[in-house]
Structure formats: C-alpha cells, structure tokens
C-alpha cells in the first residue's frame, strides 16, 4: 500500500494545525482553498502541480478552474471489537477511496463537483455505509457571491455539500472514516472583515449499497445559523428525526440547541471552550435545558514548548455529555451530539458523545524530517447511572441494566506521521481500550486492540 503512494509526488500549500494521523497540507471539504492568487505568477514556485490548481480559461481572468484529489488507502485491523461482542469481533480490512474535484469560477458564479469512489475490502460482517459507498457524487452545489460593500460580501450556496462548523463537536465532515458525511440543502454565508455569519438548512446524506444511489434522508432535518467572531462563536442548531430511538422508545425527536464557543491563544498557549443547552420534544418527553438535562460541556487547554527538545505539544481535553438520569421519569436527557467527526476521541472510538464524562491528556512531539509522534491516554465514565453506552453515529450498544459502575474504561493511543512529501502522508496508529467496571458488569469485557496504517495522497 504504501509503494504504491510512493510512486506519486507533490505540491506545498499552507499548513494546518491537526493530530499526528490526519493530512495536514488541505482542507478536508476542499471547496473552501481559494488558488486564485496563483493568477499572479510571482505567486509562484513553479511546483509541478500549481498547473492543476489555476487554470484560466480566459484572457482576462475571470474565468479559471481549479482541479484535484486525494487517494487514500487505510488498513485497520480490529481485536475483540465492543470488547468482544461484536458479530465480527476480529476484523482485518482495507478501506479505498479516490475524491477528485473541479471548482469552476466565472465572474460572481460557481460550480463545484466532487464524485467519490470508496470500498471496502475483506470487512466482515459486510460493509456498512461509512465503509463503501462504490461510486457516487459526494459533493455538488452552485454558488454566487455577492461583493456589497468593500469588507462585506454575500454568499448563496444550493446543492450537495459537506458542513464543517467549529470544532465539529455537532457538526463535521466525517473524514476519518471512509465515506464522509455531507448534507443536501442551501446555505447562506455573510462575510464582514473577520466576522462570518452561516444560515443553512440541509438534509444529511445516506449512502446506498450500489453506484449513484446515494440520496438524501427521508426522516432527518437540520437547520440552524452560526456566527463566527473574532474568539468566539454563538450559534442555533434546529434537528427534526421522525423515526428516533433512545433507550428502547421509538418516536419522532425534534431539538433546538444553543451553543457558545470560546477559543483563541496567547503566547504558547491555546484554549477552546465549548458548551451546548438542546430543548425540545421527544415521542411526548420533554428535553428541557433550563433543567440543566440536555447539555454538554467541552474543553481543552494546550500549550506549546518549542524551545523544548522535540518541540513538545501538551494538550487536556476534559468533556461532558449529559445523560438520560431516569428514563421513567418523563424528561429525555440524553444529549444528541447529531453528526459528530468521525473518529470522535481518536483512531479507536468504540464509545460516542453521549452520555460521558471523558479525560484526555495528549503529547505530540517534532522528532524532524518531518516526523511527528503523537501519544494519548482516554478515560470514560457515564455521566448518568440510568442511561448506557452508545457509539458515535448514536446507537445504544450497552445498555444500562442493573449496573452501578459509572467507569467504561481507559484507552491510549499512540500514532507516528511523515509528511514523506507536501501532498503525500503515510502514518500507523496503536491502540488499546481496557474495559472499566460499567462494561465487565453488562457483558463482554476483552481489551479492544486497533492497529492501522494509512497513506493519504491529497493536491
């Protein structure tokens, strides 16, 4: 797998900031890059790919196109998954996907296109629909912007497309895993200088088993508006599912969240603070976050020592999500994280955000060349004693029984990553989930072991 990346080359961009296993040259939703300074040739290195990323198309320049890809080739191999109760509890296989993309400019107006071709090979049971969507549209959507004034411009935005909002603690693009998420819908950006303000109403994507089948939920809705100032970010998240289930009750879960969101830096340090109060109805619940029921707080707090040997990146995350105290009690209060990151704490993330109160210390060190080491240890605990255990997408898979024990487990995590070349990364990841007393008193209990290797190549 990693021969055959090598056989490819490369192109510098800007970096950006992520953990040691995720590419760090390009975006991930690939339609936020804006190539149009390389219009200017001065602004060139004379890299062999600049040449796919401004193609003008008049002579004048307000027409140009920018084309690209990622191929990437991930193996996981899985021990004793949801600690040996899995159908398939030991797993080996490889994930292929290939996303190129065209991004067309004239004038005020866009078009963007992103197929995707992603398989599965040798997972067992079967493949699911984060693991192989064979040939699809990914992303599709027309733009115009708008220029109003000289700092303020206006975005209108309709079609398939995937959502990046914050930290995607609620919503995120799903890159991790092999198929990523994305919505069908509009969306409406208002730029002023630094300050940005989105208004969107979409409907997730489901994936089908075949080729261009792919199509949008009959049952999920989302809308919300999202402002981003400089520091700080205040949004409104509305959720409609008409066929929900939580703790066994079936019916149909409409939520309204209000989020706040801290971040910045100073010096070496860096901070992102993050909390969320959903309200709202469920099958004839109430969801009430005056009563503190539905809510969630995130945290981390980072610094930099790059004077230090090795360079070393310290970080603490401290989460929690509320959970469901008393499910007779009338009031659902289980937190709905609705469509999280994909790997939501790391590689190996057999538990989600719901119902947790999760530690998550995190070094990452420059061993150079362009070699980063990263190593991370996880703690869990349920947050509510009369709620489970569920998975990222949401999913209950322990549920609570007579147990008393709040502890789920502890895990570390250790990844290695060479930028072998701006565009091409190769990276291995290690870890291991030991199952805590809450775990041992509902069922299976083996220590869940992950080993993957990846090779991302992205222009």
């Known amino acids: 797998m990693f021969a055959l990346a090598l056989l490819l080359g490369g192109t510098p961009v800007a970096a950006q900031t992520g953990e040691a296993w995720r590419a760090p040259t390009l975006t991930n939703t690939r339609y936020d890059e804006d190539w149009s300074k390389l219009a200017d040739p001065a602004a060139r290195n004379g890299r062999w790919s600049e040449g796919f990323k401004y193609i003008p198309l008049d002579a004048d320049g307000d027409a140009w196109l920018t084309t690209g890809i990622e191929l990437r080739l991930r193996s996981e191999s899985n021990r004793n998954a949801l600690w040996g109760g899995a159908e398939a509890p030991g797993d080996s296989y490889l994930w292929v996907r290939a996303l190129p993309y065209a991004d067309l400019h004239v004038g005020a107006v866009r078009a963007f296109v992103q197929p995707i071709a992603a398989y599965a090979v040798g997972m067992a049971p079967a493949a699911g629909p984060i693991d192989q969507s064979r040939v699809d549209l990914l992303q599709g959507f027309g733009e115009v912007e708008l220029q109003l004034s000289d700092d303020t411009r206006l975005s209108l935005r309709a079609g398939r497309q995937m959502l990046s909002l914050g930290t995607e603690r609620l919503i995120g693009t799903r890159y991790g895993p092999n198929v990523p998420l994305a919505f069908d819908g509009a969306r409406a950006d208002l730029a002023r200088g630094p300050a940005k303000l989105s208004l969107f109403a979409a409907r997730p994507v489901r994936p089908g088993a075949g080729s261009f089948d792919d199509g949008s939920s009959p049952t999920k809705t989302l809308w919300g508006a999202y402002a981003a100032l400089p520091g700080l970010d205040l949004y409104y998240l509305g959720y409609r599912n008409r066929d929900a289930r939580f703790g066994g009750v079936e019916g149909e879960e409409l939520r309204h969240g209000l989020g706040l969101r801290s971040h910045g830096d100073a010096g070496d340090w860096h901070w992102n603070v993050e909390a969320v109060a959903q309200f709202g109805r469920f099958a004839g619940r109430t969801i009430r976050a005056q009563k503190i029921r539905t809510w969630t707080l995130g945290s981390e707090v980072g610094r930099h020592f790059p004077k230090a040997p090795f360079a070393p990146h310290a970080v603490m995350r401290f989460n929690i999500v509320s959970g469901d105290r008393d499910p007779a009690d009338g009031t659902l209060g289980t937190f709905n994280a609705l469509f999280p990151k994909g790997k939501y704490f790391g590689e190996l993330s057999p538990v989600g955000p719901y119902n947790i109160v ?102």
């Open 358 to 459: 999760n530690l998550n210390p995190s070094v990452s060190l420059d061993l150079g060349g362009n070699v980063s080491f990263a190593i991370a240890g996880m703690a869990y605990w349920r947050h509510a004693r009369g709620d489970g255990v569920y998975d990222i997408p949401g999913n209950l898979i322990r549920a609570p029984g007579t147990a008393r024990s709040r502890f789920i487990g502890k895990e570390i995590e250790a990844a290695l990553s060479w930028q072998a070349t701006p565009e091409l990364e190769l990276s291995t990841s290690l870890s291991a989930f030991q199952p805590g007393g809450f775990i041992r008193q509902t069922g299976p209990a083996r220590t869940i072991g992950l080993f993957g290797l990846e090779a991302n190549f992205r222009i």
